[in-house]
Every structure is written in structure tokens, then in C-alpha cells.
């Protein structure tokens, strides 16, 4: 079972980089229930690189939702992240519900189809970012901080939606909301082919804003949140600067920040709370 957790500790250390760094700052008998979930969360994330076509990707997901619903557990064994997770759940008493949503919610990734409106947008954010950072303030504190979670982790998600704009764009998903294009008059045809305007950067900007609202609705519910929780709430510290970094950038150019000020970002929020809505 230790070799299961080792495992989703090297996971998340190579493919979440940031919820690694925040993991460190929680006790260390949570630490691998923390690993167990972010491992878990990353193997979803990458289902649609790993499996490149959608019928690979749902029957991936698919797997996934059997193991949560406590079948599959002969094939469940040999995974170490699912037994980790199988373990975290009993011992934390995740929500099967939470679990199950986000799975679903990572069906959208597999398609080609754009996100229609920002109320879509805000929805797929909730059961996957904001989902997990409620799980795993479950996980480190024995309850689920979702006042603060919902919005922090929408917020969350958006900038990295915008970040990894380009990336999407290449393999043609569209994150950028239709209604919000077409309020700006942006053709989505432009950005596939790597156009950016005047228009796009006026939706981007209105997406950063956006974004802004849900950090600044989490900000009070963030200093009322339990102090064991925080280590799962450290991550929604690099919001606030990758936005204003975002300002400064063209849409199809996102400028992310460097991997030391991210640690650093993650090491003031964990010695000061306040720091984590900005």
C-alpha cells in the first residue's frame, strides 16, 4: 500500500507540480491521501493525451467511474493511484458524488466541441478545480470548505484555461466560451488558424475579470476556513499574479509565471493565509 502512495507522491511531483509543492505544507500523515487524490485528478486530466481519440478516452473514464463505484477491484489492485484513491476514499470519506462529477465533467475534454457559455464554463470548473480543492480540504481538515472552494477554484481553473489557450487551440478544443466570442465578433475559425484581434483580446480581458469576481466572492470565505485546511487551499495563491501577468500578455501568447515564483507564491500564502486570495 506505501508503494501505491510512493507512486502518486512521484506523480503529482512531475504533473502537478503546484499541488505538490501546497502538499508539502500539509501534515505528513495526509500527504499520500492528498497524492492519492491529485494523482487521481492528473490521470484524468491527461486521458485525452493519452488515449488521443474519444472512444479510448470514455472507455478510460469509464474504468475510472467503476473503480469509484467499488467495481473492477481485481483490475483496481494493479493500479496504484486507484488503490491509493480506494483507500482515501474509505479512510477520508470522500464523496462518491464529487468523484463521479468530476469524471464526468472530463468527458467534455475528449470532444471537439466548443464550451457554449460562461455559465458552461463556470459549471466544468466547479466539479473539476473547485471540486478538488474541496476534497482535499476533506482530506487535511475533516471537512469540505466549498464556501471558499466553489469560487476559489473556479477562478483557479479559468486562469489555467487561459494559459493553456494556444495548447487547446492546437488540438482543437476551444475553452473560450462561444457566447463570449461572439460578443467580441471573434470567429472561431480566426483562432484555430492562429489570428488573434482586437476582439479576442477584449474577450480574454472579460474572462480575466471574470475570473477576478470569483477569487475576490472566495476572499471572505478563505479567511473564515479552517487553519488545517489551507495546505489544500494553497494553490489559489498564484491566481491573483498569474492574472496580472496575464494582462500583460497577448491572448495567443500567455505569459505564465516562472516555476521558483510560483514556489515562492505557495511558500508566503502557507506562512500567511491572507496572501492566498491576493
Partial sequence: MQDA????????????????????????????????????????????????????????LQWWADVIDGERRDEAKASPV??????????????????????????????????????????YARKTSSAILSLGSRIVAATEATDAAEPAGVAYAMVGLLSALPTHLARGQLYLPVELLERHLVQPHDLFAGRSSAGLEGAVAELRANA???????????????????????????????????????????????????????????????????
Fill in 5 to 60: 502512495f510512493a507512486y502518486c507522491g512521484e506523480l503529482v511531483r512531475t504533473a502537478d507540480r503546484d499541488r505538490y509543492i501546497a502538499s508539502l505544507f500539509a501534515p505528513v500523515e495526509v500527504r499520500g491521501a492528498l497524492h492519492a487524490l491529485y494523482a487521481f485528478n492528473a490521470e484524468l486530466a491527461r486521458v485525452r493525451d493519452v488515449a488521443r481519440e474519444a472512444l479510448p478516452g470514455e472507455i478510460r
Fill in 212 to 278: 477576478r469576481l470569483h477569487l475576490a466572492a472566495a476572499s471572505p470565505h478563505l479567511s473564515g476556513v479552517l487553519q488545517a485546511a489551507i495546505p489544500a487551499l494553497l494553490p489559489v495563491a498564484l491566481v491573483r499574479p498569474a492574472l496580472d501577468r496575464l494582462d500583460r500578455s497577448g491572448a495567443l501568447t500567455p505569459a505564465g509565471l516562472p516555476s521558483w515564483r510560483r514556489q515562492l507564491l505557495i511558500w508566503r500564502a502557507a506562512r500567511n493565509p491572507t496572501r492566498i486570495a491576493g
Fill in 82 to 123: 486507484a488503490t491509493a484513491l480506494l483507500a482515501t476514499i474509505e479512510r477520508h470519506g470522500l464523496s462518491i458524488v464529487a468523484l463521479r462529477d468530476l469524471i464526468e465533467a472530463r468527458r467534455f475534454d475528449l470532444y471537439q466541441e466548443p464550451v457554449a457559455s460562461i455559465a458552461d464554463l463556470e459549471s
